[in-house]
């Protein structure tokens, strides 16, 4: 494959000259990369990925092994200091590997692969495994990696070992350079959770959502795989990791003419994903979960970037405010049809009663706290103090909801919002101004009821950390979990980032006394830009961070993190209560449903919560909502249990949900799907 974008070309140029910053800025508009790495007297073009955490080790330290070879062009050439030599093997098919060896024990953190620059075929598909003995391997990384001739990074939790493998599948190797870096070790401790592995991703997912049909992790950039700045062609960047399959599969969805950054995102109750504005500020897009096509569905009223999104119960999407667009200002209500395909404007909800005192006025409507609620309303939350109920009778309606807080200034801007129970929603972190203002650790437990009434603020003690573009989920025993942010909102700088993540613990018997607790720690910065989502299995994919063209910020990747209530004492996984059917799979608001499973279950510890979809620090899919089980006399069945989805549609929102079950010990199943209809 030849290299795209302009790589190449770019090169040359820099090499001896000294540019101009803003000749430096219209390459990364123009989707080219003139940050380079120097050899000696050559450069190596870079994405602007911060190197993995620790140092490099000197290759005169290490010693290389390989599958194979060409003459001429051995590998350990990958430890001289020129980019002219370079290993490459006999492109025999199959899996073809280069073994490191560090000549002792390291804390390994990652590797650097520099591509011979000449070449016209790259590495793509890829392993990387640690050993401490060439016999038994750990998978630290895997994925796929965009085929060009910049650097290549691998970065994970640091494992200690002697022996450090890359291995590539169906793919020629040329490979001018390979570090490894190490870094100081962070002891496991399964009480506090477990990072990894690393999926490379060949973008930077800023946005995200997980496929309910088949599990698969639906992440995009935008119309360039590693910078949003200036949309070029209405087009963007996607990647689909199948977790089961343990595939990385790129593609541009050019058919829709739409630039997905900067979107609103919202599950239809079929389990479609709806995709709205952004740099294509009035498109609407629909990634048909059936099909797996990206279809063009009719546009907004209005153009919109960083709106808020949300599904109503009756099955039709809100969308609100969202200034980063054509016009700023005045982006009051509409609602999509989506059986119809059909947009209507709603002038009576109005935008300026959620309007934060930000610094810039296009950021005053951004990234709403929007939820879905009963009788076709939508309770706001943030990031304004101010909170609000929208009704879509007539024109629409706007009532006030009380203030979350009664500080002088009391806006949240990029904190989140998670309804971890029916009615109850956890709002915590953000900053006063979207940007250059401080964090915030507040937390907030809002509960809500009937709507156009006010809601109930309880304000428990603050997080271990002031955070904010930081990310969360809520877990199946409806704790919820956060991970990343900084204490001071600097896109794209990541210099005061949170390495420790954090669980928040809902107290039902008094709420002001629940409590925040710190977990395992991890390496790699993951601050604006950046998702989580929470994936079947009930573990997290925490990713992304930059786009941002020369930022260095930009992490084409994600890790996983496996909760502690997956892990015994010694870090190995525990065995998992299973659910083995669900019957029926589909059902409406108020129904019962009827569960078996391989075991004896905590009958009040069992929860379905709603396929997520992030962005920007914004998911307003996620809903955990509980449902305690009866179990059925004995005839039936010693596991035989039935559950009632709730019976309101606003609190059951239309859509699919996870069903987990937990056994005494806390340890939750993996998940079943449970869709609820729209009514």
Known sequence: MKVPWGFAAAVPALVHAQMDPLDHDKLYQE???????????????????????????????????????????????????????????????????????????????????????????????????????????????????????????????????????????????????LDVYETEYIQPDPKKGAWGPTIDLPLVPVSGAIDPTTGNLIGWSSWQYNTYLQNMGSKTQVSTWNPYKRTVTPREVNQTNHDMFCPGITFDEHGNIVVTGGNSARQTTRYNTATGQWEKRYHMNVDRGYQGATILSDGRIFVIGGSFGEVIGNKFGEVYDVQADRWTELPECDVTKMYTEDLDSWRMDNHGWLFGWKNETVFQAGPSKQMNWYGMVGNGTTTPAGDRNHEEYGDAMCGNAVMFDGGKILGFGGSQDYEKSPALDDTYIISIDEPNTDASVVQPAGMKYKRTFHNSVVLPDGSVFVAGGQDWGFPFNETTFVSEPERFVYNAKEPAKSTWETWLPNTVARTYHSIALLLQDGTVFVGGGGLCGNCTANHFDGQIFTPPSHLNSDGSLRSRPVIYSVEPAEAKPGDWIKVKTDSRIAEDAASIIRYGSATHTVDTDQRRLSVPFKRRWFWHGFNTYDFQIPEDPGVAAPGYYMLYVLDRYGTPSKSVNVRVAAV
Not at 103 to 130: C, W
């Open 31 to 177: 989707g080219k990369t003139p940050a380079v790495d120097k050899f000696g007297e050559d450069t190596v073009p870079t994405l602007d990925q911060p190197k993995p955490p620790g140092q490099k080790i000197n290759p005169s330290d290490l010693s290389v092994t390989c599958s194979s070879s060409v003459t001429g062009h051995g590998c350990s050439n990958v430890l001289d200091p020129s980019i002219a030599s370079y290993w490459q093997n006999e492109d025999v098919g199959g899996t073809q590997w280069i073994t490191v060896d560090l000549e002792k024990e390291r804390s390994i953190s990652g590797l650097v692969m520099v591509p011979y620059q000449d070449a016209d075929a790259f590495i793509e598909t890829h392993t990387v495994e640690v050993s401490q003995d060439m016999k038994t391997w750990k998978e630290v990384a895997y994925g796929r990696w965009w085929p060009d001739n910049s650097e290549k990074l691998s970065v994970f939790q640091p494992e200690k070992g002697r022996y450090l493998r890359l291995q590539m599948t169906h793919s020629p190797a040329f490979i001018s350079e």
